[in-house]
Protein backbone atom coordinates (compact mmCIF):
# COMPACT_ATOMS: atom_id res chain seq x y z
CA UNK A 1 0.00 0.00 0.00
CA UNK A 2 0.99 3.10 -1.19
CA UNK A 3 2.48 5.54 2.11
CA UNK A 4 -0.61 8.29 3.53
CA UNK A 5 1.58 10.02 5.46
CA UNK A 6 1.33 13.82 4.42
CA UNK A 7 4.15 14.83 2.05
CA UNK A 8 6.10 17.72 3.75
CA UNK A 9 6.60 19.69 0.49
CA UNK A 10 3.97 21.72 -1.07
CA UNK A 11 4.20 19.98 -4.27
CA UNK A 12 2.64 16.68 -5.19
CA UNK A 13 4.40 13.69 -4.26
CA UNK A 14 5.42 10.39 -6.78
CA UNK A 15 4.10 7.28 -5.67
CA UNK A 16 3.55 3.63 -6.24
CA UNK A 17 0.11 2.58 -8.00
CA UNK A 18 -2.74 1.91 -5.15
CA UNK A 19 -2.84 -1.93 -5.88
CA UNK A 20 -6.41 -2.25 -3.87
CA UNK A 21 -7.74 0.22 -6.76
CA UNK A 22 -5.10 -0.19 -9.66
CA UNK A 23 -4.63 -3.28 -11.32
CA UNK A 24 -1.46 -5.38 -11.44
CA UNK A 25 -1.39 -4.74 -15.89
CA UNK A 26 -0.42 -1.07 -14.92
CA UNK A 27 1.78 -0.27 -18.24
CA UNK A 28 -1.52 -0.32 -20.20
CA UNK A 29 -3.26 2.12 -17.91
CA UNK A 30 -3.35 5.80 -18.08
CA UNK A 31 -1.04 7.82 -15.40
CA UNK A 32 -3.59 10.38 -14.87
CA UNK A 33 -6.57 7.96 -13.55
CA UNK A 34 -5.93 6.90 -10.31
CA UNK A 35 -8.06 4.88 -8.49
CA UNK A 36 -8.66 4.40 -4.68
CA UNK A 37 -10.76 1.75 -2.99
CA UNK A 38 -12.63 2.50 -0.02
CA UNK A 39 -13.77 -0.14 1.87
CA UNK A 40 -16.37 -1.79 -0.89
CA UNK A 41 -15.98 1.08 -3.77
CA UNK A 42 -13.72 2.98 -5.51
CA UNK A 43 -13.20 6.63 -5.87
CA UNK A 44 -10.82 8.11 -9.36
CA UNK A 45 -8.81 10.84 -9.39
CA UNK A 46 -8.30 12.44 -12.63
CA UNK A 47 -5.97 14.62 -13.67
CA UNK A 48 -2.14 15.29 -13.78
CA UNK A 49 0.03 14.95 -10.57
CA UNK A 50 2.45 17.04 -12.19
CA UNK A 51 1.59 20.55 -10.28
CA UNK A 52 0.45 22.23 -13.82
CA UNK A 53 -3.02 20.52 -14.40
CA UNK A 54 -6.27 20.81 -12.91
CA UNK A 55 -7.78 17.95 -11.62
CA UNK A 56 -11.00 16.36 -10.83
CA UNK A 57 -12.65 14.21 -8.15
CA UNK A 58 -14.65 10.81 -9.35
CA UNK A 59 -17.36 9.64 -6.31
CA UNK A 60 -17.29 9.92 -3.00
CA UNK A 61 -16.81 6.26 -1.36
CA UNK A 62 -18.28 5.30 1.76
CA UNK A 63 -18.85 6.98 4.70
CA UNK A 64 -16.43 8.13 6.71
CA UNK A 65 -13.17 7.59 4.13
CA UNK A 66 -12.85 11.72 3.70
CA UNK A 67 -9.70 11.68 5.71
CA UNK A 68 -8.15 8.37 3.24
CA UNK A 69 -9.24 10.75 -0.11
CA UNK A 70 -7.72 13.47 1.52
CA UNK A 71 -4.68 12.23 2.16
CA UNK A 72 -4.43 10.09 -1.44
CA UNK A 73 -5.44 13.64 -3.12
CA UNK A 74 -2.41 15.37 -0.79
CA UNK A 75 0.02 12.72 -1.94
CA UNK A 76 -0.71 13.44 -5.93
CA UNK A 77 -1.60 16.75 -5.86
CA UNK A 78 -0.01 18.70 -2.59
CA UNK A 79 -2.36 21.58 -1.74
CA UNK A 80 -4.47 21.92 -4.87
CA UNK A 81 -8.05 21.09 -4.38
CA UNK A 82 -9.86 19.53 -7.28
CA UNK A 83 -11.85 21.86 -9.73
CA UNK A 84 -14.97 20.02 -9.01
CA UNK A 85 -16.42 16.08 -7.29
CA UNK A 86 -17.95 14.30 -10.79
CA UNK A 87 -20.90 11.77 -9.17
CA UNK A 88 -21.81 8.74 -11.50
CA UNK A 89 -24.49 7.93 -9.17
CA UNK A 90 -26.24 8.68 -5.58
CA UNK A 91 -25.47 5.43 -3.27
CA UNK A 92 -24.80 5.40 -0.73
CA UNK A 93 -21.08 3.86 -0.96
CA UNK A 94 -20.34 6.84 -3.76
CA UNK A 95 -21.73 9.48 -1.91
CA UNK A 96 -20.67 8.47 1.78
CA UNK A 97 -17.62 10.94 2.07
CA UNK A 98 -18.94 13.76 -0.39
CA UNK A 99 -20.41 16.25 1.65
CA UNK A 100 -17.20 16.43 3.70
CA UNK A 101 -15.04 16.88 0.78
CA UNK A 102 -16.84 19.33 -1.26
CA UNK A 103 -16.93 21.26 2.33
CA UNK A 104 -13.46 20.95 2.92
CA UNK A 105 -12.63 22.08 -0.97
CA UNK A 106 -14.94 24.40 -1.44
CA UNK A 107 -15.88 22.90 -4.59
CA UNK A 108 -19.09 22.00 -6.73
CA UNK A 109 -20.60 18.34 -7.33
CA UNK A 110 -21.87 17.73 -10.54
CA UNK A 111 -24.59 14.63 -11.45
CA UNK A 112 -27.18 13.64 -14.13
CA UNK A 113 -30.47 15.95 -13.59
CA UNK A 114 -32.04 12.51 -13.32
CA UNK A 115 -30.39 11.65 -10.11
CA UNK A 116 -30.85 15.20 -8.63
CA UNK A 117 -33.94 14.01 -6.48
CA UNK A 118 -31.64 11.85 -4.24
CA UNK A 119 -29.21 13.98 -4.07
CA UNK A 120 -31.35 17.10 -2.99
CA UNK A 121 -33.24 15.36 -0.01
CA UNK A 122 -36.39 14.51 -1.98
CA UNK A 123 -36.68 10.91 -2.88
CA UNK A 124 -34.89 7.93 -1.75
CA UNK A 125 -33.95 4.88 -3.93
CA UNK A 126 -35.85 1.43 -3.91
CA UNK A 127 -34.87 -0.82 -1.17
CA UNK A 128 -32.20 -3.05 -1.97
CA UNK A 129 -33.24 -6.98 -2.49
CA UNK A 130 -31.67 -9.27 -0.44
CA UNK A 131 -33.57 -11.93 -3.31
CA UNK A 132 -31.20 -11.33 -6.52
CA UNK A 133 -29.29 -14.56 -5.34
CA UNK A 134 -26.39 -16.56 -3.66
CA UNK A 135 -23.46 -14.30 -1.84
CA UNK A 136 -23.35 -12.81 1.52
CA UNK A 137 -23.47 -9.37 0.50
CA UNK A 138 -26.58 -9.83 -1.53
CA UNK A 139 -28.55 -11.60 1.41
CA UNK A 140 -27.08 -8.41 3.75
CA UNK A 141 -28.19 -5.86 1.79
CA UNK A 142 -31.24 -5.33 3.19
CA UNK A 143 -29.56 -3.52 5.72
CA UNK A 144 -27.66 -0.94 3.19
CA UNK A 145 -28.80 2.79 3.36
CA UNK A 146 -31.03 3.58 0.72
CA UNK A 147 -32.13 7.04 1.69
CA UNK A 148 -31.22 9.96 -0.46
CA UNK A 149 -28.95 12.72 0.98
CA UNK A 150 -29.00 16.69 0.73
CA UNK A 151 -26.08 17.99 -0.82
CA UNK A 152 -27.78 21.36 -0.57
CA UNK A 153 -26.38 24.09 -2.62
CA UNK A 154 -23.29 22.34 -3.70
CA UNK A 155 -24.68 19.55 -6.53
CA UNK A 156 -25.56 20.96 -9.87
CA UNK A 157 -26.93 19.30 -12.81
CA UNK A 158 -24.28 18.54 -15.40
CA UNK A 159 -24.39 20.11 -18.84
CA UNK A 160 -26.23 18.38 -21.84
CA UNK A 161 -24.65 16.77 -24.62
CA UNK A 162 -22.45 14.93 -22.79
CA UNK A 163 -20.00 18.18 -21.58
CA UNK A 164 -18.11 17.80 -17.86
CA UNK A 165 -17.12 21.05 -16.02
CA UNK A 166 -13.19 21.35 -16.01
CA UNK A 167 -12.82 18.08 -18.23
CA UNK A 168 -12.57 19.52 -21.71
CA UNK A 169 -11.32 16.01 -22.92
CA UNK A 170 -14.07 14.09 -21.15
CA UNK A 171 -17.24 13.29 -21.99
CA UNK A 172 -20.31 12.00 -20.00
CA UNK A 173 -22.90 9.44 -21.24
CA UNK A 174 -25.91 8.49 -19.60
CA UNK A 175 -25.85 4.72 -18.55
CA UNK A 176 -29.24 4.34 -16.58
CA UNK A 177 -30.34 0.86 -15.27
CA UNK A 178 -28.39 0.80 -11.62
CA UNK A 179 -29.72 4.29 -10.81
CA UNK A 180 -32.18 6.65 -13.57
CA UNK A 181 -29.53 9.29 -13.79
CA UNK A 182 -26.17 6.71 -13.64
CA UNK A 183 -23.39 8.51 -16.30
CA UNK A 184 -20.27 7.08 -16.84
CA UNK A 185 -17.32 8.97 -18.09
CA UNK A 186 -15.37 8.36 -21.31
CA UNK A 187 -12.16 10.00 -23.06
CA UNK A 188 -12.27 9.60 -27.07
CA UNK A 189 -8.44 10.28 -27.67
CA UNK A 190 -7.30 6.82 -25.88
CA UNK A 191 -10.52 5.35 -25.14
CA UNK A 192 -10.57 5.54 -21.25
CA UNK A 193 -13.85 4.61 -19.65
CA UNK A 194 -14.58 5.46 -16.18
CA UNK A 195 -18.12 2.88 -16.16
CA UNK A 196 -18.98 3.62 -12.68
CA UNK A 197 -21.38 0.72 -11.57
CA UNK A 198 -23.02 0.27 -15.04
CA UNK A 199 -21.13 -2.37 -15.39
CA UNK A 200 -17.78 -3.73 -12.35
CA UNK A 201 -14.96 -6.27 -12.42
CA UNK A 202 -15.89 -8.41 -9.29
CA UNK A 203 -18.60 -10.02 -8.21
CA UNK A 204 -19.95 -7.60 -5.68
CA UNK A 205 -22.76 -9.86 -4.44
CA UNK A 206 -20.28 -12.41 -2.70
CA UNK A 207 -17.75 -11.16 -0.12
CA UNK A 208 -14.98 -13.87 -1.01
CA UNK A 209 -14.81 -12.47 -4.33
CA UNK A 210 -14.60 -8.72 -2.75
CA UNK A 211 -11.93 -9.99 -0.46
CA UNK A 212 -9.72 -10.91 -2.89
CA UNK A 213 -10.87 -8.43 -5.09
CA UNK A 214 -11.37 -11.68 -7.82
CA UNK A 215 -11.35 -9.64 -11.48
CA UNK A 216 -14.66 -10.81 -13.75
CA UNK A 217 -16.47 -8.45 -15.94
CA UNK A 218 -19.88 -8.55 -14.80
CA UNK A 219 -23.15 -6.21 -14.60
CA UNK A 220 -23.96 -3.73 -11.72
CA UNK A 221 -24.58 -4.86 -8.38
CA UNK A 222 -27.52 -6.90 -8.44
CA UNK A 223 -28.91 -6.08 -5.03
CA UNK A 224 -29.46 -2.29 -6.22
CA UNK A 225 -30.26 -2.38 -10.13
CA UNK A 226 -33.97 -2.13 -10.19
CA UNK A 227 -34.19 -1.44 -13.89
CA UNK A 228 -32.89 -4.54 -15.74
CA UNK A 229 -33.43 -4.06 -19.21
CA UNK A 230 -31.83 -0.27 -19.13
CA UNK A 231 -29.18 -1.60 -17.66
CA UNK A 232 -28.63 -3.77 -20.38
CA UNK A 233 -28.58 -1.30 -23.06
CA UNK A 234 -26.56 0.55 -20.97
CA UNK A 235 -23.38 -1.88 -20.86
CA UNK A 236 -24.01 -2.40 -24.58
CA UNK A 237 -23.49 1.29 -25.06
CA UNK A 238 -20.29 1.28 -23.50
CA UNK A 239 -19.00 -1.95 -25.09
CA UNK A 240 -19.57 -0.01 -28.46
CA UNK A 241 -16.98 2.74 -27.60
CA UNK A 242 -14.72 -0.28 -27.35
CA UNK A 243 -12.62 0.93 -24.44
CA UNK A 244 -9.04 0.65 -23.90
CA UNK A 245 -9.20 0.66 -20.59
CA UNK A 246 -12.17 0.59 -17.75
CA UNK A 247 -12.24 1.74 -14.42
CA UNK A 248 -15.24 0.47 -12.46
CA UNK A 249 -17.12 1.13 -9.41
CA UNK A 250 -16.24 -1.96 -8.00
CA UNK A 251 -13.14 -3.53 -8.66
CA UNK A 252 -9.69 -3.62 -9.89
CA UNK A 253 -9.28 -1.88 -13.41
CA UNK A 254 -8.94 -3.59 -17.13
CA UNK A 255 -7.57 -3.46 -20.01
CA UNK A 256 -6.47 -4.27 -23.43
CA UNK A 257 -7.53 -7.87 -24.87
CA UNK A 258 -8.98 -8.85 -21.78
CA UNK A 259 -11.31 -6.10 -21.28
CA UNK A 260 -12.83 -6.49 -24.38
CA UNK A 261 -13.49 -10.22 -24.33
CA UNK A 262 -15.43 -9.65 -20.82
CA UNK A 263 -17.08 -6.74 -22.22
CA UNK A 264 -18.32 -8.08 -25.06
CA UNK A 265 -19.68 -11.12 -23.47
CA UNK A 266 -21.17 -9.59 -20.95
CA UNK A 267 -22.91 -6.87 -23.60
CA UNK A 268 -24.16 -10.58 -25.87
CA UNK A 269 -24.79 -12.81 -22.78
CA UNK A 270 -26.12 -9.98 -19.94
CA UNK A 271 -29.50 -12.30 -19.16
CA UNK A 272 -27.79 -14.95 -18.20
CA UNK A 273 -24.47 -13.24 -16.82
CA UNK A 274 -25.78 -10.89 -14.85
CA UNK A 275 -29.92 -10.91 -14.60
CA UNK A 276 -30.86 -12.77 -11.29
CA UNK A 277 -33.30 -15.49 -12.32
CA UNK A 278 -35.60 -13.93 -9.35
CA UNK A 279 -36.02 -10.81 -7.38
CA UNK A 280 -38.02 -8.20 -6.60
CA UNK A 281 -37.01 -6.04 -9.79
CA UNK A 282 -36.41 -9.35 -12.36
CA UNK A 283 -39.16 -8.76 -14.83
Not at 91 to 107: P, S
Not at 185 to 206: H, K, N
Request: charged share 25%; net charge negative.
Amino acid sequence: MTDERPHPSHGPRKERPDRSAQACHSESLPADVHGLRTLISNVYFIGGSDGEEGWALVDGGVANSEKKILSRAKHRFGSRPPEAIILTHGHFDHVGAVKELADEWGVPIYAHPLELPYLTGMKSYPPADPAVGSGLLARLSGLYPNEGIDLGGRIQPLEPHGRIPHLPEWRWHHTPGHTPGHISLFRGRDRVLIAGDAFITVRQESLAAVLTQREEIHGPPAYFTTDWPNAWESVKKLEALKPSAAFTGHGRPMAGAELARGLERLADHFDEIAIPKHGRYVH
